[in-house]
């Protein structure tokens, strides 16, 4: 578990709640002010979304008030206990990777004679041991797996326990730090019970919403509260990009990360990411990925490898009172307020201009960043939506054909560079110039693989690789893939680089025990 003073990363379980509730007749339900049309999926409603996840299409209502026993039922066995293991860490020298020329020739011959910037841990040389526990929901019936990206981050091992016990080893098919969403799989398992996807746009604030999971080790517990808010943005997630959370008041605790957040038809509508507490435990406010987010990044990275990401090309701010005063805005008080129009953009070729105040995309409204930041992540490059905004307080509609981070629409796959666990991103005028350098590309959205296992860190600079520059990803996969087709028995990827202080590091990444 990860946290600070007030935000904790909690790995999601379930426990069965356990207060009573009175059941009534529908009659004496509506009298009392209870919403009994309430909706489960019947078996012939339930259809395949790009023939991966399980979505609602047509419902049947029941009266259901609020007894949870039904939603429990349909859903504690779609939750699973996740167990990683890691092997703990060697030594490293100062730069946090293997020291090169000790890798080369051997104890002895590295930077000091092999002592100089070692750190004081001892040498370890052990089997993975258990590192956490969280939850995952199963969503196929071939064993595909959504759990929370920190759950998985760094294992060497992951154990899957299904409600009726079972195990199984898990591969990681693969991750989104930006949303803390990953894809895991198990193979062998039968008679699964994959979840159904609902539609978390239709959440509304104050319905009930059951949370399930395994806190604290305790497998399958169910807990149920009511939706507190929706987009809701922290400033304690922005590390992992994540803007847009569904609020709710189910209790969850560590254990539960990676776990359901169902609505009283059994669907799924979030994946619990994260409490905002002072001690570590649950005190009233979780948080979960938003379901239509969670469905767009599992079939993205089953389908491509790596999530699509659309990018509009604005730089923004919310629009408030004070700002709506400050430009003469009378027709609204929120929205997103346009800053600034990147050249080239996705926003510039639609007509998009600075001043503009953006209130829906795609038909849904946007109040605030955290709603809009929802709205993109169902979108891919190339994707088509329309947006309704405000200029000169007239109201005005354009259809945006969304790009991706390099300018086009195209989508792309994983490669097999992907194995290093990160992208790379390419640096503006204003870093090389603060460097001193003329070329260099930065190491971003790190996570399981081999840079992370070299200690290599998020944000490093590099400017080389054996010796040869380079200046953005694809530099990177060509000198990759030479060094994989090479005949020679030792495949090296020998990383001189800069920290962001603008130290000087070097990294040797063994890429021997890859296949080409």
């Known amino acids: ?72 039922e ?61 939850s995952g929901v199963i969503i196929s019936n071939d064993g595909y797996i959504v759990t929370n990206n920190h759950v998985i981050d760094g294992a060497e091992k992951l154990e899957v326990t299904l409600n009726d016990n079972s195990k199984y080893n898990a591969t990681v098919v693969g991750t989104d730090p930006n949303t803390d969403i990953a894809l895991i799989k198990i193979n062998g398992a039968k008679n699964l019970h994959p979840i159904t996807f609902g539609n978390s746009d239709n959440v509304k604030v104050g319905e009930w919403a059951v949370a399930v999971g395994n806190p604290f080790g305790f497998n399958s517990t169910v807990t149920a509260g009511i939706i507190s808010a929706k987009g809701r943005g922290l400033a304690e997630s922005s590390s992992m990009g994540i803007k847009s959370f569904i609020q709710h008041d189910a209790a969850v605790n560590p254990g539960n990360s990676g776990g359901a957040l169902v609505n009283m038809a059994g669907e799924l509508i979030g994946i619990n990411t994260m409490i905002y507490s002072t001690t570590g435990t649950y005190s009233g406010c979780s948080f979960s990925v938003p379901s ?20 509009f090309g604005i730089q923004y701010t919310e629009l408030d009172a004070d700002k709506a005063k400050e430009h003469k805005i009378t027709v609204t008080n929120e929205g997103i307020y346009v800053a600034k129009v990147n050249d080239r953009s996705a926003a510039m070729e639609a007509g998009i201009e600075e001043g503009d105040v953006i209130v829906k995309l795609n038909g849904v409204s946007v109040k605030n960043s955290g709603e809009m930041q929802e709205q993109m992540n169902k979108l891919r490059p190339g994707d088509k939506a329309e947006v309704s905004y405000y200029r000169d307080n007239k109201l005005r509609t354009t259809t945006v054909t969304f790009k991706n981070n390099q300018g086009n629409t195209k989508i792309t796959k994983s490669s097999d560079i992907m194995s290093l666990g990160c992208a790379f991103a390419e640096l503006s005028s204003k870093e090389k110039r603060d460097l001193n350098i003329s070329h260099g590309v930065k190491v971003a959205g790190l996570q399981a693989g081999k840079f992370k296992a070299n200690g290599i860190k998020n944000g490093l600079i590099i400017t080389s690789i054996n010796q040869q520059p380079v200046d953005s990803q694809d530099d990177v996969e060509q000198i990759y893939n030479q060094i994989m087709r090479s005949q020679d028995e030792d495949k090296v990827m020998v990383i001189t680089g800069l920290t962001q202080t603008g130290k000087k590091v070097y990294y040797a990444v063994d890429l021997s025990d890859l296949e080409e």
Do not use: C, H
């Open 1 to 72: 578990m990860k946290k600070n003073s007030k935000i904790a990363l909690m790995l999601v379980g379930a426990s069965v709640l356990g207060s009573a509730t009175t059941l009534m007749g529908e009659s004496a339900l509506r009298s009392a002010g209870y919403d009994v049309d309430t909706y489960i999926p019947s078996k012939e409603s339930v259809s395949m979304d790009d023939s991966f996840v399980r979505t609602a299409s047509n419902r049947t209502a029941i009266a259901a008030g609020v007894d949870f026993t039904g939603v429990a």
């Open 74 to 134: 349909s859903t504690i066995n779609s939750v699973v206990s996740i167990k990683s293991f890691e092997t703990p860490k060697q030594q490293y020298y100062q730069g946090g990777g293997i020291d090169p020329f000790e890798f080369f020739f051997g104890p002895g011959f590295g930077f000091g004679n092999g002592q100089r910037g070692r750190s004081q841990q001892p040498e370890q040389k052990s089997e993975p041991q258990a590192k956490g526990t969280g």
């Open 292 to 311: 239509n987010t969670v469905k767009k990044v599992v079939t993205d990275l089953k389908q491509y490898g790596t999530v699509q990401r659309a990018v």
